[in-house]
Nanobody
Framework: QVQLVESGGGLVQAGGSLRLSCAAS????????MAWFRQAPGKEREFVAA???????NYADSVKGRFTISRDNAKKMVYLQMNSLKPEDTAVYYC???????????WGQGTQVTVSS
């Protein structure tokens, strides 16, 4: 089991930027594919971005070109740089960890991102 703690959320105007961080407490961080999900009020949780231990990334279409996921395996950290934010990006953002061959089984408590128009 991985313990995950997110930080960096807040209130920002449309067009602005935020950087989310996720600290992982686990012995073998490099064994995990890491991801960000988000959940807006009244909506299902949705995938945002993921990164494998060796750096391969994938993104939801809605954030491609605006968001960048990265990781620092030595520090056991994952980041989500969010640029050109839109009001529809408003949600609670969750960090998640996936061990090879399994589903995303570890989740953080979430951090609120609010984008005002």
């Amino acid at each position: 089991q991985v313990q995950l703690v997110e930080s960096g959320g807040g209130l920002v105007q449309a067009g602005g930027s935020l950087r989310l961080s996720c600290a992982a407490s686990v012995r073998s961080f490099s064994s995990y594919r890491m991801a960000w999900f988000r959940q807006a009020p009244g909506k299902e949780r949705e995938f945002v971005a993921a990164i494998a231990w060796f750096g391969v990334t994938n993104y939801a279409d809605s954030v491609k070109g605006r968001f960048t996921i990265s990781r620092d395996n030595a520090k056991k950290m994952v980041y989500l740089q969010m640029n050109s934010l839109k009001p529809e990006d408003t949600a609670v953002y969750y960090c998640a960890a996936q061990e090879t061959g399994t589903a995303f089984g570890s989740w953080g408590q979430g951090t609120q991102v609010t984008v005002s128009s």
